[in-house]
């Protein structure tokens, strides 16, 4: 007797099914599916014992005619597509003609469908994949599918689900996907006789948010909109202080369609680096809109997981997207430097004093700064700016002595340092702060506060000369140090505010973004001896292919015999630290294909150096000190969260307090 026997088509049918039907929110998610590509645009789920008992999906959709019924029905019958070119540009959610087979093999289905051109409708039951009844009957435009006893006729699957209350869950969580992927669409979820999710249905995003996630969550949202090669971004992400615990926030639509993409979350979380805290994740509602033919839909049943023809470029537009709404809603302030009181503004700039001049900090989208009357600083100490001078609004925003002082610093800097040609009109922190520095202080000034504070406090912060730095907006009140509680949060005054920050991690991030904006960190140190380090093979590859690149970033690697690299020299920033690691980390960011590998690579290497320098909670510290400290950080957004993404500080108002003392209401 032959040992290999085909399979009964009941049998074959049920493990057909059981690739497409895992539990109710698969059949939640299959008849949902059905309803959006029908052009319904409100759609009702209701469930009872988490689905596992009863479910029915009714929507106002197009309808199916008693012919096409039955076909339905059948595996590999859809409407959807014809030929093996559509599968190419699917725009559907549906495209397997799987579905309604699936879900009939499993449990008892009864459908009541009419379309608008018919005067009757169908009544039409099947139950494990055989058909009960197919009748005519009155019903009202559009389908309504009630699913019930899943897994009836399969124990084992049956065995396998958990309580109704976690099934339930998961339809619920179904339906919120459907609900965020299409918000023209009003969604109405019921569960044991309760509504528990309604959506506006008015084509708004943020609407659909506030329906899902409440309105909390959706006032933690910061608007994303970008393109990138072809790629449309659009939707909300999370600010960063308002991350989650988990990744369940991560929401991806690609042309509508709820995915998983691990290209998407890396990118996503790539960009919230160094500004959330570690163990919390960002959140989001993007809506990724590319050509139907880069995206492969076809390669998991569910079609919950695709595949993108180009997964770097979607990786670098995720992260542009999401940094550029990040920046563009953390915009630092306007600042202007003004003359140093130590100093005349001609020893300085050039100039003579009372040509009202002033510097801007660069921001490449703002308006023009009226020069005005420079007030005193009042300053004991304040450090150098963060960014580099942007020089080339003068031009363009007529300001002919803004250029004027901004040239002259720049021919200074120029005349003292023979370096490499920096980008046109562009002066960096760098060469002015070194400009400021070699100008010798004057006879007077010995002694003076100034230089006490250099000497003496702060020792932990990089020393620099220190042009002063005062806010655009006229008299600003400074803020003013307190004291200190439990000798780690500093508690100062500003205005009508009360300011609480963290002195640690104040100090690791002021620290983290110096070292960042040093860049001879990255000029490179010859090893006396080579070390041979052992790569994955296409670690190997990537290394192998981009040496020149490498060399820009420090590292003297020569590919050895596969896979072993021979790392010669490496960036002064890694001292005497052992490489294989960060080289390791090199290649996998080539491999990732992102632009700029740099700043990622190096930003764990400058997290471990800040937090070793900086000063640490319950270091003693001296009220100057930490006078020094707070207004290091006070006015620069960049600080406003250490490199682990814990804040800096926090600010309470006069008014609140006052609130919990009663004296106002
Ligand atoms: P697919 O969605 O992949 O085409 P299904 O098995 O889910 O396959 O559905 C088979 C066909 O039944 C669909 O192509 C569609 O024509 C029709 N259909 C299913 N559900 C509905 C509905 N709610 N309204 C109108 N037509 C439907
Ligand atoms: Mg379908």
């Known amino acids: 007797m ?20 895992d539990r109710p929110a698969s059949v939640a998610k299959e008849l949902l599916e059905n309803a959006v590509d029908a052009g319904a645009n409100v759609i009702t789920i209701e469930i009872k014992n988490g689905g596992r008992t009863y479910m029915r999906v009714t929507d106002n959709g197009k309808g199916i005619s008693m012919q096409d019924l039955p076909t339905a029905f059948l595996r590999h019958a859809t409407s959807k597509i014809a030929d093996k070119n559509d599968l190419e540009k699917i725009l559907t959610l549906g495209f397997r003609g799987e579905a309604l087979a699936s879900v009939c093999a499993v449990s008892r289905v009864s459908v009541l469908t009419k379309r608008v051109s018919d005067d009757y409708g169908t009544h039409y039951e099947i139950e494990g994949g055989e058909e009960k009844v197919c009748e005519q009957s009155g019903c009202p435009d559009g389908t309504t599918f009630v699913i019930k006893d899943i897994f009836y006729n399969v124990p084992a ?41 309604l959506s506006a249905g008015d084509g708004k995003v943020y609407s659909a948010i ?22 449309h971004i659009t939707g909300y992400t999370v600010k960063p202080l308002e991350s989650k615990p988990n990744r369940k926030f991560q929401n991806f639509f690609v042309n509508h369609r709820f995915i998983k993409s691990v290209a998407c979350s890396c990118a996503l979380e790539d960009a919230y680096r160094n500004q959330i805290m570690v163990g919390k994740f960002p959140a989001c509602v993007l809506y990724i809109d590319i050509a139907p033919d880069t995206v492969d839909v076809n390669v ?11 997964e770097g470029l979607m990786h670098e537009a995720v992260y542009f997207a999401i940094k550029d709404s990040l920046l563009k809603n953390d915009k630092p302030r306007e600042m202007v430097l003004e003359t140093r009181r130590n100093f005349t503004q001609q020893q300085l700039y050039g100039v003579q004093p009372d040509s009202g001049v002033q510097m801007k900090f660069a921001c490449a989208d703002e308006k023009p700064v009226q020069p005005k009357p420079q007030p005193q600083p009042t300053a004991a100490y304040v450090p150098p700016p963060q960014e580099s001078f942007d020089t080339t609004p003068a031009a363009e925003k007529a300001q002919p002595t803004v250029k004027s002082v901004v040239e002259s610093v720049s021919n200074a800097v120029a005349q003292k340092e023979p370096e490499p040609a920096k980008p046109q009109n562009r002066v960096t ?26 000497k003496q406090s702060f020792e932990k912060v990089p020393q620099q000369a220190a042009p002063v730095i005062v806010e655009e907006q006229e008299q600003k009140p400074k803020p003013v140090v307190i004291g200190e509680l439990f000798r ?43 070390v041979m380090v052992v790569l994955a093979y296409d670690e190997y590859d990537a290394l192998a292919q981009n040496v020149d690149k490498i060399r820009t970033l420090g590292f003297e690697i020569e590919p050895d015999v596969a896979p072993t690299v021979a790392v010669k020299g490496v960036p002064i920033i890694l001292g005497d630290q052992n490489p294989t690691e960060v080289v390791s980390e090199l290649a996998r960011n080539f491999i990732a294909n992102k632009l700029d590998p740099q700043v990622e690579i190096f930003d764990d290497l400058y997290h471990s150096l800040a937090c070793k320098a900086a000063i640490k909670a319950h270091d003693k510290s001296s009220l100057v000190e930490l006078q020094a400290l707070l207004e290091a950080v006070y006015d620069n957004d960049a600080i406003r969260y250490c490199p682990h993404g814990r804040p800096v500080l926090i600010k309470l108002s006069k008014r609140d307090i006052e609130k919990q003392f009663k004296r106002i209401v």
């Open 2 to 21: 032959s040992e290999i026997k085909l399979l009964s088509k009941e049998v074959s049918e049920l493990i057909a099914a059981g690739e497409v039907i």
């Open 157 to 197: 699957r049956l065995k396998f689900l958990r309580k109704d209350s976690t099934e339930g869950n998961y339809v619920a969580e179904m339906v919120t996907k459907l609900a965020l992927s299409h918000p023209e669409i009003s969604f109405k979820f019921i569960r044991d006789n309760k509504v528990e999710l």
């Open 210 to 231: 506030y329906s899902v996630f409440g309105r909390e969550f959706a006032a933690s949202l910061i608007p994303v909109n970008y393109e990138w090669k072809g790629i």
């Open 300 to 310: 998991h049943p569910t079609k919950i997981q695709v595949r993108f023809s180009n």
């Open 429 to 454: 922190v760098e060469q002015f702060n070194k400009f400021v520095s070699e100008i010798p202080l004057p006879e007077e000034d010995n002694g003076g506060s100034f230089k006490y504070i250099q």
């Open 488 to 530: 780690t949060f500093v508690v100062a005054q500003c205005g009508d505010d009360m300011i609480l920050m963290d002195k640690h991690a104040a100090h690791e991030r002021y620290i983290f973004e110096k070292i960042k904006d040093e860049k001879n960190t990255l000029d490179p140190q010859m090893l006396l001896e080579p």
